[in-house]
């Protein structure tokens, strides 16, 4: 089955909302010669108080898709009340959003986010009707210690512990080795797809065939135009959750535009 590409960039607690409005349009810009059909999935996700200065961006050629699609870098899982300092799925959905990143390394190792809490999101943004982008990766010692592999599928087991099939395969899963955030050391893209494949395997285990072959497993860390081509040529990889080469329009541009040209040759 062919999956379609998912560029997403993750804005981290970067720009204002000045700023997000010029990368927005910069991206805007971009993709205003493109369908939707032709374009990847293109995700942003700015800081909850820069959601206001960007806006889905709708396909006008008639297939109904979107051009741009907006999410939130987290949320949480019950509906409102006494959570100061926290954000639901149905508040992110009233400002745009239609996916949320859960299970960020960076919330896993400074906020304590747990596998438990992770899962709670997953399905209460599945209820909400909005994709979660479920992260996963190892530390450089779970790597070096050779337990990568049981670490990501613990990670994976647990975050889609009670969610249907239906919804597995609805969802996305970004695999980002901690040790190539944001250090400019990009995971090797066969190891990537092999870490990939395995995580398409656990998903098997849990969900079934048909949800392993229709979920999109996305890599992340490092990832930059000079590189993008290689890791999405890739069997399993199926698009890139991008940290710092998402806040430059010309970079996250050159990297959907690589992406697209890649696709449409693969037709
Ligand atoms: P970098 O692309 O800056 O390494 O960040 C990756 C990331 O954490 C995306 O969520």
Known sequence: MSRKPIIAGNWKMNLLQSEAKDLFEGIKGFVKDYTAVELPTIVIAPVFTSL??????????GCGGNKINIAGQNCHWEKSG??????????????????????????????????????????????????????????????????????????IKAALEGISSED?????????????????????????????????????????????????????????????????????IDGALIGGASLKADSFNEIIAKTMKLTLAAK
Request: charge should be negative; hydrophobic fraction near 40%.
């Open 52 to 61: 206001a200065a960007v806006e889905t961006v709708k396909c006008d050629c």
């Open 82 to 155: 006494a959570y100061t300092g926290e954000v639901s799925v149905e508040m992110l959905a009233d400002a745009g959003c239609s996916y949320v990143i859960i299970g960020h390394s960076e919330r896993r190792q400074y906020f304590s986010e747990t596998d438990e809490m992770i899962n709670k999101k997953a399905k209460a943004i599945l209820a909400g009707g909005l994709i979660p982008i479920i992260c996963c990766g190892e530390t450089l010692e779970q790597r070096e210690a050779g337990v990568t592999d049981s670490w990501i599928s613990g990670q």
């Open 168 to 236: 597995v395969a609805k969802s996305v899963i970004a695999y980002e080795p901690i040790w190539a955030i944001g250090t400019g050391k990009t995971c090797d893209s066969d190891e990537a797809n092999r870490v990939i494949a395995m995580i398409r395997s656990v998903v098997k285990e849990v969900a079934g065939a048909e949800a392993a072959d229709a979920i999109r497993i996305l890599y992340g860390g490092s990832v930059k135009p000079s590189t993008i081509e290689e890791q999405m040529s890739k069997s399993d």
